[in-house]
């Protein structure tokens, strides 16, 4: 089987756009590569942080939707984003975190790596990890960030999903998506795809005595896997198809083209390919500093513009 490659990116749901892009550019130092908007939603931003190309699996991005009520934890949701972080950072993190007020939880160690975990300001959960395989991927450090570019955040790492029959969603990630057992540990079932690149891993936990999670504030919205090309994208469709699972028709993201559908368990996933990527229509050096619409959006630039809360550079956050 022609397996996906990790994690392309994850989406998350905000509460107000400017502390979102405060917390992430100006705190975790990431880049801002795009400022769009929601296409299904174009009254709401689409704010992508990434390495300072914007290379596939670097990727974290949010709608800020700041009137939605917070989110209900739960099955069927993705529960923590986890960002790779060189081997060493976890005092410098938590030092810096600390001092800008973020809130934290006592360093952990899980599968063999120190792991900060922390909450953004509406609450999604993350988890800063001290990943190994990371110095060896593909990245490009952001040279105006506010973070020393030895402990700048270096992509995803993995994402947690809490099921309610974990059987159905792991024969669906092995079948249709071709992801391989790595181990358990404290009732966490990592599973891992693709050849060793950013987002390798999942995790997944068993939660049937809770509720049904649900979207809202501080949630992740969706998890996006990396397929190669268009073909590979219709390739792995059509496994999905055959799992069982409602894949959409391929829609052109204009940056990726992408396929939405649920697992069995009911946390959203998308295929994305890795091109064209964020510089089809923006130049590298300047990514992300003036809002991009996808060309069918165009023409009603001003109405949006006007629509849209307005936007400062990011207040960087410095010793
Ligand atoms: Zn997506």
Not at 25 to 52: C, E, W
Not at 165 to 179: K, M, Q, R, S, V
Not at 189 to 198: A, K
């Amino acid at each position: 089987m022609n397996a996906t490659n990790g994690l392309h990116h994850i989406t998350a749901i905000a509460g107000p756009a400017q502390e979102n892009l405060d917390f992430y550019a100006g705190i975790l130092g990431m880049r801002l590569v795009k400022k769009s908007v929601n296409q299904d939603d174009p009254g709401t931003y689409h704010l992508f942080y990434a390495d300072a190309e914007g290379h596939p699996g670097t990727d974290i991005t949010f709608f800020p939707w700041a009137e939605l009520a917070p989110s209900r934890a739960g099955h069927g949701l993705s529960s923590e984003v986890a960002l790779a972080v060189p081997p060493g950072s976890v005092d410098f993190w938590r030092e810096r975190l600390t001092r800008s007020g973020t809130k934290i939880l006592a360093p952990e160690e899980r599968f063999g790596e120190r792991v900060l975990p922390l909450a953004d300001p509406h609450g999604l959960r993350l988890a800063l990890v001290e990943s190994e395989s990371s110095l060896g991927r593909r990245f490009a450090a952001w040279e105006r960030s506010p973070v020393p570019v030895e402990h700048q955040i270096r992509g995803l790492e993995s994402a947690r999903m809490l099921e309610r029959d974990l059987e159905e969603t792991i024969a669906f990630l092995i079948g249709a998506l071709g992801f391989k057992k790595i181990g358990e540990e404290h009732g966490w079932h990592r599973y891992s795809v693709g050849e060793g690149g950013s987002g390798e891993y999942v995790e997944l936990r068993a939660a049937s005595d809770s509720p049904r999670g649900a979207w809202g504030t501080g949630s992740v919205h969706h998890l996006a896997w990396r397929v190669n090309d268009d073909a590979h994208e219709l390739e792995t469709r059509e496994r999905v198809l055959r799992a069982g699972a409602h894949p959409t028709p391929v829609i052109d993201r204009f940056w990726f083209k992408s396929v939405y559908f649920r697992e069995p368990g009911g946390v959203l996933f998308e295929l994305a390919t890795d091109g064209p990527g964020f510089h089809v229509d923006e130049k590298m050096e300047s990514l992300g500093e003036s809002l991009v619409l996808p060309p069918w959006l165009e023409p009603n630039r001003a109405a949006i513009e006007a629509h849209l809360p307005k936007l400062a550079a990011p207040t960087h956050f410095n010793d």
